[in-house]
């Protein structure tokens, strides 16, 4: 119940601010002018249009991942600085119960991304045939990857009580995990690439959007980067977790 | 409610209390006095569990807070130093969603009672983002109160607020203290608050426990001194004054003098016996509290020492 009072304030705060207004008409200013260069580009509207579902894909997460950021670094830091973390945690509720409702508030703000990019999936690759895959793996793996980062912001948010500290750590972590998005197959070919991808839960749902979107695999076939994802969000809950415990607040 | 004994707490390895002692009874308006830095509020979050100490003896409401932080939170009305809202949300809307932290479901009628109470009544459709910071101290003690707490521990709760303001603060604790909240605690380095609220005090400067007792207890058995300022018509005799009554400077007419009353002895017995030794006074100015002269003598450099005068 008291989880469930964090998470209202913290998602009322973020879609009720300037801020969180920004974020959602920003992102689907990014859908659309994306959308629309796939269609009215001539070089990219000869794309496959699993491709384009694929490339859409990853885009979410991405975006989805630097809300987690800002959300995360801002959940406890944030507070700090404004003055009103003392107030919270001087209250009857556990460290964990105040993580649990920040990253509760964090899925709400997730979700409604996601929810804000289903007709984007939807107009771009409605002719194609796996455009429910997407969906459903979007769900499945980009929920773990962004609330990973999420719970990543928080722990140096709450250790650090420095917001641009936390923002600028998990952003250069988000920057590099992305990587693979950026150069291509070219990196990945190598040894190198094939370590950061094994390790990499970015490249982890990257490669199973590619895998079921573009080459049709089935979920046993992903069972492996699932494990992968997972992994990232329990090592990062446990950041989190430990953090929160003693959040610096003074 | 409170027992604390030899509380030693260190931050990133810097000892910050050294030897904390607090002893607050049912009833007691306890003023921890120290200067900034000297660790109240540090002792403060150890008493609710938001610090981990190494050594001492801790019990709030029966509770350890190494232990049972969160049972203690629930009896406990906080209002931290320089707390912040949520400067989007309207009062009655912020209040009842820090009542849910406490489990406590308010009604539109028990709000508006709490906000007429603390002067914000007619404010409560405005978002607190627009209040002044008389306004937001206010809604800090509604928020306080918010969980009908046992005990109450105010964290400089008049920083920063004009006279005015300062003593609708006083009232306002008065009148609750009044309502049957049990104890409170009050952390301050404004010496007026603790003399017009406080029973009890206690000294901590520099992480330890310097004085602590009854304030009346320690005011009359330290036989405190207190600085006059006198303005005599001519020069007076100096060479044989009042016992405990002793000469500090001049400038012109006026004359800067030290006493030191005896248990008994009243002020006005002084004044009379220097009339009768030909001191024309035409004026006499108090220039410090007698509180004030006991907090300056226990926090000066010198005071090494502790002091227990009445548990």
């Known amino acids: 119940m008291k989880t469930l009072t964090i998470a209202y304030k913290e998602s009322a705060q973020m879609l009720r601010s300037q801020r969180g207004l920004l974020w959602l008409l920003s992102f689907s200013g990014l859908l659309s002018a994306f959308s629309l260069l796939l269609v009215s580009n001539t070089e990219l509207s000869l794309l496959d249009n699993a491709q384009v579902v694929y490339m859409m894909s990853g885009t979410v997460v991405a975006a989805g991942a630097l809300l987690a950021a800002i959300l995360g670094s801002d959940?406890?830091?944030?507070?700090?600085?404004?003055?009103?973390?003392?107030?919270?945690?001087?209250?009857?509720?556990?460290?964990?119960?105040?993580l649990t409702g920040k990253a509760l508030g964090m899925l709400i703000a997730w979700g409604v991304m996601f929810t804000l990019a289903t007709p984007y999936l939807w107009a771009v690759g409605a002719s194609g045939q796996n455009l429910g895959a997407a969906v459903f793996y979007l769900a499945l793996f980009g929920t773990p990857v962004v609330l990973g980062f999420g719970y990543l912001a928080m722990a140096l948010s709450a250790r650090t009580g420095s917001v641009l500290a936390s923002l600028l750590s998990t952003v250069t972590l988000l920057m590099l995990s992305a990587s693979p998005l950026l150069v291509g197959p070219g990196l990945r070919g190598t040894a190198i690439g094939r370590v950061m991808d094994a390790v990499n839960p970015f490249a982890g749902a990257l490669n199973t959007f590619d895998s079921v979107i573009i080459d049709s695999q089935p979920f046993s076939a992903q069972v492996g980067r699932l494990v992968l994802v997972?992994?990232?969000?329990?090592?990062?809950?446990?950041?989190?977790?430990?953090?929160?415990a003693h959040p610096n607040f003074q | 409610m409170i027992s604390i004994e030899n509380l030693q707490l260190a931050i990133a390895g810097k000892e910050i209390l050294k030897g904390i002692d607090l002893h607050l009874r049912l009833g007691d308006t306890y003023g921890l006095l120290g200067p900034n830095g000297a660790g109240k509020s540090t002792t403060i979050f150890a008493m609710l569990g938001l610090r981990s100490y190494k050594n001492g003896q801790v019990s709030v409401l029966g509770h350890d807070p190494m232990k049972q932080a969160v049972e203690i939170r629930r009896s406990i009305g906080v209002m931290p130093e320089n707390a912040g809202f949520?400067?989007?949300?309207?009062?009655p809307a912020y209040l009842q969603w820090y009542g849910r932290l406490y489990s406590i479901t308010q009604t539109e009628r028990d709000l508006d009672t709490l906000l007429d109470k603390v002067g914000l009544g007619s404010e409560n459709q405005r978002t607190i983002g627009t209040y002044s910071r008389g306004m937001k101290q206010r809604l800090a003690v509604a928020r306080a109160l918010i969980s009908y707490?046992?005990?109450?521990?105010?964290?400089?709760?008049t920083n920063g607020l004009d006279p005015k303001g300062r003593r609708e603060i006083h009232d306002l604790l008065l009148e609750f203290a009044a309502e049957g909240i049990t104890g409170t605690l009050l952390c301050t380095h404004l010496l007026d608050d603790v003399d017009r609220l406080c029973n009890r005090i206690g000294i901590i400067d520099q992480g330890h426990t310097r004085l602590e007792g009854r304030l009346g207890?320690?005011?009359?058995?330290q036989g405190t001194d207190q600085h006059y300022r006198l303005r005599l018509e001519g020069k007076p005799n100096t060479a044989n004054l009042p016992a405990g009554f002793s000469l500090l400077a001049h400038e012109g007419d006026w004359w800067h003098a030290t006493v030191q009353f005896k248990n008994s002895k009243e002020p006005s017995a002084l004044w009379g016996e220097l009339w009768q030794r030909g001191w024309r006074i035409q004026e006499i100015r108090s220039e410090t509290s007698s509180l004030e002269e006991l907090y300056l003598r226990i926090t000066a450099p010198a005071a090494s020492y502790s002091q227990e005068v009445t548990k």
């Open chain 2, 86 to 91: 949520y400067d989007w949300m309207t009062a």
């Open chain 2, 217 to 221: 207890d320690l005011l009359a058995g």
């Open chain 1, 75 to 98: 959940a406890y830091a944030g507070e700090k600085e404004r003055g009103t973390l003392v107030p919270l945690i001087c209250t009857p509720i556990g460290a964990n119960v105040l």
């Open chain 2, 149 to 157: 707490p046992r005990l109450l521990i105010l964290d400089e709760p």
């Open chain 1, 230 to 244: 997972f992994a990232w969000l329990g090592l990062c809950l446990l950041a989190a977790r430990r953090s929160a």
